[in-house]
C-alpha cells in the first residue's frame, strides 16, 4: 500500500504550490479534489478542456491516485456531464478510482441506485472505478445500506473514510463487512465526540493497526490517503499532522 495526500489538506495554497509541497514531503501521490465549491481544481474547468487539464496535471510530476468528484449539481445532467468529463481525464492519467457522495440521508434509495448504477456505466467506459465514500450525512452513514448498494449497483465500491463511523449518527458501529467492497481510503485522526471529528495524531480514538490488518485480510493493495482538512476554523496546525501521519501510516504497511 502506498501514501497519497489530499490536496485538501493545504487549501490555503494554490494547487500547484500544493502539489509542491506534496512532493517536497516525498508522498507517493495525491487524492486530487474535484470540486466545483472547492479552492482547486473544478469539474467545470475539466469539462471545458480535458487536455488541457490533462497536460497541467502531468506537468506536476505527482500521480494522482484518485479523484474526489463533486460537481454542482450532482443529480442533474450538467454533474453526469461533468463525470463523464472527468472520467476520461482519469483515463487519459491512469487515475484507476474516481470517488463521489450518495445521496443525503433520507434521499429516496431506489433512486439513488438508479442514480449510480448510470453514473458506474460512465465511469466503467473509461476503466475507472467509481466508489461511494462513507459519509455520516449520506445513505453510506449506515454500513448496511452502504453495503446495499455496493450489492444492487454492478461495479459500485466504497471509499472508506472511518472517522464517519467513530463520530456521527451511527458512532461506534462496526463496519467490518464493507472492507471487501472498499477500494479507497481516506486517513485522519477523530475523537468519539461531536467536536472530535478531526484532531491530533494520537490524541484520537481511530485504531490505525486494526483497519490496517483489516484491509490487508481483504487483500486491499491500493492507496491510503493522509485527509487532515485545512479549515479557517482548525485549532491547531494542519500540516505537522499530516506529516506525523504519512510517518505512521507508512511504518505500518
Known amino acids: 500500500m502506498l501514501v497519497a495526500c489530499s490536496n485538501l489538506c493545504f487549501t490555503h495554497l494554490e494547487l500547484k504550490d500544493a502539489l509542491r509541497t506534496m512532493r517536497e514531503m516525498h508522498f507517493a501521490k495525491v487524492d486530487l479534489a474535484l470540486h466545483e465549491h472547492g479552492p482547486h481544481l473544478k469539474p467545470s474547468e475539466v469539462h471545458k478542456d480535458v487536455g488541457r487539464v490533462a497536460i497541467r496535471l502531468r506537468a506536476e510530476n505527482l500521480p494522482v491516485a484518485a479523484f474526489h468528484f463533486a460537481p454542482a449539481d450532482p443529480f442533474g445532467p450538467e454533474g453526469?456531464?461533468?463525470l463523464y468529463s472527468s472520467c476520461r481525464l482519469a483515463r487519459i492519467l491512469a487515475v484507476p478510482v474516481m470517488?463521489?457522495?450518495?445521496?443525503?440521508?433520507g434521499s429516496d434509495f431506489e433512486a439513488e441506485v438508479a442514480r449510480l448504477t448510470d453514473w458506474c456505466r460512465v465511469a466503467t467506459g473509461e476503466g475507472v472505478i467509481l466508489t461511494a465514500e462513507t459519509h455520516s450525512e449520506t445513505l453510506t452513514a449506515d454500513p448496511e445500506a452502504a453495503k446495499e448498494l455496493c450489492r444492487r449497483v454492478p461495479g459500485l465500491g466504497l471509499t472508506l473514510d472511518p472517522s464517519h463511523y467513530l463520530v456521527g449518527p451511527h458512532a461506534g458501529v462496526n463496519y467490518d463487512s464493507l472492507y471487501k467492497h472498499v477500494k479507497h481510503v481516506r486517513l485522519r485522526d477523530s475523537?468519539?465526540?461531536?467536536?472530535?471529528?478531526?484532531?491530533?495524531?494520537?490524541?484520537?480514538?481511530?485504531?490505525?493497526?486494526?483497519?490496517?490488518?483489516?484491509?490487508?485480510?481483504?487483500?486491499?493493495?491500493?492507496?491510503?490517503?493522509?485527509?487532515?482538512?485545512?479549515?479557517?476554523d482548525s485549532p491547531f496546525p494542519v500540516e505537522p499532522e499530516v506529516r506525523k501521519l504519512k510517518y505512521l501510516l507508512e511504518s505500518q504497511v
Open 80 to 82: 453526469r456531464a461533468h
Open 99 to 105: 470517488t463521489v457522495a450518495a445521496a443525503p440521508t
Open 191 to 232: 475523537g468519539k465526540k461531536p467536536d472530535e471529528f478531526q484532531v491530533r495524531i494520537g490524541q484520537g480514538d481511530l485504531d490505525y493497526s486494526r483497519i490496517l490488518t483489516q484491509l490487508e485480510g481483504n487483500r486491499y493493495d491500493r492507496t491510503l490517503t493522509v485527509d487532515f482538512r485545512n479549515r479557517a
